[in-house]
């Protein structure tokens, strides 16, 4: 049995074929992509360079991404990764991208290299459900996180079509709710002047191979930008095949009053996953897959307009935006009869943002505002599926219409010259009715509200030195699978047993920051950061069995820790940086849980580590030129890049009192070559150069297979050395 239990879409049993499964939607991007550049009246607009060491003391990401740099001054810690550091380290998902940030760190519960967990801050995004969510997901100012649980589908993000990563650190009063560690902003491309026309072809171990094409102009006042991928690979372990395909197109118009995007996103992928392993067994066999045939297929689409217009010395921001979603996901069990679920999302919303700046004697505040709301249908259906020919049998059935509300607002000053005090709320109601479709008597309803504050201080004492120091509340709402499954009288059998249970409360986060930033262009970033972020009723999965579980309110938990960031640029095009995390996350209350470890359960008390959540992360990388194109276009050109990581070691999940032996630490490398020449370009990429045998999952539960079914530790092994070499080019 693996504890992948997630709430998908209504969806037919043979998930429908949709065009985004066909190449031959590919075929027409890359005939796009060939198509003459259209004559262009702008120049384009700037894309920022590589700041991954982060830190700026400037909000990057208000609730609607298009007036950025209206929030200057929310003091607090920042990160942008581009576009051309994304492309360059290849990542494929957002995990992987976020990786690349100091105290992040990413682990495998499902045995799905497309569905990895990220633990940021001590705080878990992740698509299992389960995991105490604490950090959201946007796509242009849209929450990607899904309304049954809260959970992140990282395979469905255009993170092939973002321009930039933008990282909001701790509780995002101006993003919107439940962002508790994080909120993560994906700002996407659109088109500029010159025209970009780029295809690109890969194949790597494991029979995976993956085409690329993507194609953006503008044209006097208007600009498009199309992009598309398509994906296969047969896995590195038993049965872990995918596919995956995603579309993403955007159409802008540029004028002298608004600036608008409407753009369209969709992915339909089938992903098989091979969870964890005896720990015997993955020591001997680590590529096999315990349970084979799991597998997530997930079919969504996504619309958003933004627009923007000034309007006298006010400026205008609005948001509106439809995703539907419909997925099936699949677990076969050694404990317990297999079981399949269905379904359907329906989401739609909008935001509206005003901001400006008033005279304020010798000064100006300035000012923005705002409200957002959204709709959210989830029906979830739940299946037993009992093999040998005899007909699925549904056990759950269950739908919620849930509406949320907020507003919010936020002013800064300069108070004396280089000292900037800055303010902001947000205030939120949140409405989840739950309707039981075979129990009528199971019906319940939910209401939370809460003001979310947020205040800090910034000072310039030039030479590219700021200070700053914030403090600020965010609060996670429980999601419907964790209020429909807290009783712990009535656990929750795997996936879930879904009914009106005891009501949990809120979780409510209070962050305290202290950061420096220097930086002199051209030479070197650096920066420092100290936090704490103390969490009330945090909510925690409880395996009181096996097989199943409940959901529970914490009393306290708190993370705090060091962040250390270096980026250097030397001569001849030689980059270096590293990065430091120190994370401690911990139990500040005592509770008893339930474990599978001990029928009797488990006490924490404070001072106790919570699992999965490394105390030490260290990551660096070198990128050296060895060829020089010595000024000439048809010159050739060769580049190597070397990155590494540190992670330090873990408590297992399920050993919350620390009580067992940790997860090794482990150090992974990897190397990257690229070779280019005119438009042409080729790279090859080693990970795991050293073939280095990890971990980076664990948790307990029974061995069926064992005499006497012992609850044993389970791990999710890393792939081992492997290569991917991909060419590229520009027309």
Same mark, same amino acid.
């Given at each position: 049995m693996k504890?992948k239990?997630?709430s998908?879409?209504e969806?037919?049993?043979?998930?429908p074929h949709?065009?985004?499964?066909?190449?031959h939607?590919?075929a027409?991007?890359?005939?796009?992509a060939?198509?003459?550049?259209?004559?262009s009246?702008q120049q384009?607009?700037?894309?920022?360079k590589?700041?991954? +060491?982060?830190?700026?003391?400037?909000?990057?990401?208000v609730r609607?991404p298009?007036?950025?740099?209206l929030?200057?001054?929310?003091a607090?810690?920042?990160?942008?990764l581009d576009?051309q550091?994304l492309?360059?380290?290849?990542?494929?998902?957002l995990a992987?991208?976020l990786e690349?940030l100091?105290?992040?760190?990413t682990?495998?519960?499902?045995?799905?290299t @497309?569905?990895m967990?990220v633990s940021?801050?001590?705080?878990?995004?992740s698509?299992?459900?389960?995991?105490?969510? /604490?950090v959201?997901?946007?796509v242009d100012?849209?929450?990607?996180?899904?309304?049954d649980?809260? *959970?992140?589908?990282f395979? =469905?993000?255009?993170? %092939?079509?973002v !321009?930039?990563?933008?990282?909001v650190y /701790?509780?995002s009063?101006?993003?919107?709710?439940?962002?508790l560690?994080?909120?993560?902003?994906?700002?996407?491309r659109?088109?500029?002047?010159?025209a970009?026309?780029?295809?690109?072809a890969?194949?790597?171990?494991?029979?995976?191979? *993956?085409?690329?094409?993507?194609?953006?102009?503008?044209?006097g006042?208007w600009?498009?930008y199309v992009?598309?991928r398509? *994906?296969? *690979?047969?896995?590195w372990r038993e049965?872990?095949?995918s596919?995956?395909?995603?579309?993403?197109?955007?159409?802008g =118009?540029l004028?002298?009053?608004?600036d608008a995007?409407l753009?369209?996103?969709?992915?339909?992928?089938?992903i098989?996953?091979?969870?964890s392993?005896?720990?015997s067994v993955?020591a001997?066999?680590?590529r096999?897959?315990?349970?084979?045939?799991?597998?997530?297929?997930p079919?969504?689409?996504?619309?958003i307009?933004n627009?923007?217009?000034?309007?006298?010395?006010t400026?205008?921001?609005?948001?509106a935006?439809?995703r539907?979603?419909s997925?099936?996901?699949?677990n076969?069990?050694?404990v317990?009869?297999?079981?399949?679920?269905?379904n359907?999302t329906?989401?739609g919303?909008g935001?509206v943002?005003?901001?400006?700046k008033v005279?304020?004697g010798a000064? !100006?505040l300035?000012?923005?505002?705002?409200a957002d709301?959204?709709y !959210?249908?989830?029906a979830?259906h739940?299946?037993?599926v009992p093999?040998?020919?005899?007909?699925d049998?549904?056990?759950e059935?269950?739908r919620?219409?849930?509406?949320?509300?907020?507003?919010?607002a936020?002013?800064?000053? !300069?108070?004396?010259p280089?000292l900037?005090a800055?303010?902001?709320?947000?205030?939120?109601?949140?409405?989840?009715?739950?309707?039981?479709?075979?129990?009528?008597?199971?019906n319940g309803?939910?209401?939370?509200?809460?003001?979310s504050p947020?205040?800090?201080?910034?000072?310039?004492?030039?030479g590219?030195?700021?200070l700053?120091?914030s403090?600020s509340?965010?609060?996670?709402a429980p999601?419907i699978?964790?209020l429909?499954?807290a009783?712990?009288?009535?656990a929750?059998?795997l996936?879930f047993?879904l009914?009106p249970d005891?009501?949990?409360k809120?979780?409510?986060?209070?962050?305290y920051?202290?950061?420096w930033?220097v930086r002199?262009?051209?030479r070197?970033?650096?920066s420092a950061d100290?936090?704490?972020?103390d969490?009330?009723?945090?909510i925690f999965?409880i395996?009181?069995?096996? +097989?199943?579980?409940y959901?529970?309110?914490?009393?306290?938990?708190?993370?705090?820790?060091v962040?250390?960031?270096?980026?250097?640029?030397?001569?001849a095009?030689v980059?270096?940086?590293?990065?430091?995390?120190?994370?401690?996350?911990?139990f %500040?209350?005592?509770?008893?849980?339930a474990?599978t470890r001990d029928?009797?359960g488990?006490?924490?008390?404070?001072g106790?580590e919570?699992?999965m959540?490394?105390?030490h992360?260290?990551? @660096? /990388?070198l990128?050296v030129p060895?060829l020089?194109?010595q000024g000439k276009?048809?010159?050739v050109?060769?580049? @190597?890049?070397?990155?590494?990581?540190?992670?330090g070691?873990?408590?297992?999940?399920g050993?919350?009192?620390n009580?067992?032996?940790?997860l090794s630490?482990?150090?992974?490398?990897?190397?990257?070559? +690229?070779?280019?020449?005119?438009?042409?370009?080729?790279?090859g990429?080693?990970r795991n150069l050293?073939?280095?045998?990890v971990?980076?999952?664990g948790?307990?539960?029974e061995n069926?297979?064992?005499?006497?079914?012992?609850v044993?530790?389970?791990?999710?092994?890393?792939p081992?050395?492997?290569?991917q070499i991909s060419l590229?080019t520009?027309f």
């Amino acid at each position: 049995m693996k504890g992948k239990g997630r709430s998908l879409p209504e969806a037919s049993t043979d998930i429908p074929h949709s065009a985004l499964r066909i190449p031959h939607l590919l075929a027409g991007v890359l005939l796009l992509a060939l198509l003459p550049p259209l004559a262009s009246a702008q120049q384009p607009d700037s894309v920022p360079k590589d700041t991954t +060491t982060l830190a700026p003391v400037v909000v990057t990401g208000v609730r609607l991404p298009t007036v950025r740099e209206l929030a200057r001054g929310l003091a607090g810690r920042t990160a942008t990764l581009d576009a051309q550091d994304l492309d360059a380290r290849g990542v494929r998902t957002l995990a992987d991208a976020l990786e690349q940030l100091p105290g992040v760190t990413t682990s495998d519960e499902l045995g799905a290299t @497309a569905e990895m967990d990220v633990s940021l801050r001590g705080f878990q995004v992740s698509p299992v459900i389960g995991v105490p969510q /604490g950090v959201t997901v946007y796509v242009d100012g849209v929450r990607a996180n899904e309304p049954d649980a809260h *959970e992140v589908n990282f395979d =469905l993000l255009p993170l %092939e079509d973002v !321009e930039r990563v933008e990282v909001v650190y /701790g509780p995002s009063v101006l993003l919107g709710r439940n962002a508790l560690g994080a909120a993560v902003n994906l700002v996407t491309r659109r088109g500029a002047s010159p025209a970009a026309r780029e295809v690109e072809a890969s194949a790597g171990s494991w029979g995976r191979y *993956e085409l690329k094409a993507r194609a953006g102009a503008r044209h006097g006042v208007w600009d498009y930008y199309v992009g598309a991928r398509y *994906e296969g *690979e047969g896995g590195w372990r038993e049965d872990t095949r995918s596919r995956i395909g995603t579309l993403f197109a955007k159409l802008g =118009l540029l004028t002298g009053t608004w600036d608008a995007t409407l753009s369209y996103s969709g992915a339909d992928n089938k992903i098989f996953q091979a969870g964890s392993l005896p720990e015997s067994v993955a020591a001997v066999n680590p590529r096999r897959n315990f349970t084979g045939g799991d597998y997530f297929a997930p079919q969504a689409h996504l619309v958003i307009l933004n627009a923007q217009r000034l309007l006298g010395h006010t400026q205008l921001a609005i948001n509106a935006f439809g995703r539907s979603l419909s997925s099936e996901q699949f677990n076969a069990n050694f404990v317990g009869e297999d079981s399949r679920q269905q379904n359907t999302t329906r989401m739609g919303g909008g935001a509206v943002q005003l901001s400006g700046k008033v005279p304020l004697g010798a000064r !100006e505040l300035h000012w923005l505002a705002g409200a957002d709301a959204d709709y !959210e249908h989830v029906a979830v259906h739940i299946f037993a599926v009992p093999g040998g020919g005899s007909p699925d049998s549904l056990t759950e059935s269950v739908r919620t219409n849930q509406v949320n509300v907020g507003a919010f607002a936020g002013v800064n000053l !300069e108070v004396v010259p280089r000292l900037t005090a800055t303010a902001a709320a947000r205030y939120d109601w949140i409405r989840v009715p739950f309707e039981d479709l075979i129990d009528a008597s199971q019906n319940g309803l939910h209401i939370f509200r809460r003001l979310s504050p947020r205040a800090g201080l910034t000072w310039n004492g030039g030479g590219g030195h700021e200070l700053f120091a914030s403090v600020s509340r965010g609060f996670r709402a429980p999601a419907i699978v964790e209020l429909a499954c807290a009783d712990p009288q009535a656990a929750c059998p795997l996936p879930f047993a879904l009914g009106p249970d005891p009501a949990l409360k809120p979780v409510v986060a209070t962050t305290y920051e202290l950061g420096w930033h220097v930086r002199a262009p051209g030479r070197f970033d650096a920066s420092a950061d100290v936090y704490r972020t103390d969490v009330r009723d945090d909510i925690f999965f409880i395996a009181s069995t096996v +097989t199943g579980g409940y959901f529970q309110n914490i009393g306290a938990t708190r993370r705090s820790g060091v962040e250390l960031a270096l980026q250097w640029q030397g001569p001849a095009g030689v980059r270096a940086y590293t990065n430091y995390g120190y994370t401690r996350a911990t139990f %500040e209350t005592t509770a008893t849980l339930a474990t599978t470890r001990d029928t009797a359960g488990e006490t924490v008390r404070p001072g106790d580590e919570l699992p999965m959540v490394p105390r030490h992360r260290v990551n @660096a /990388g070198l990128a050296v030129p060895i060829l020089r194109h010595q000024g000439k276009e048809t010159g050739v050109a060769l580049a @190597a890049a070397v990155d590494a990581r540190y992670v330090g070691r873990q408590w297992l999940r399920g050993d919350e009192e620390n009580v067992t032996r940790r997860l090794s630490d482990y150090t992974i490398a990897d190397l990257s070559l +690229t070779l280019t020449w005119r438009d042409f370009e080729l790279r090859g990429a080693v990970r795991n150069l050293f073939d280095r045998r990890v971990y980076t999952f664990g948790t307990f539960a029974e061995n069926p297979t064992a005499p006497g079914s012992p609850v044993q530790r389970w791990l999710t092994p890393a792939p081992p050395r492997h290569v991917q070499i991909s060419l590229s080019t520009d027309f």
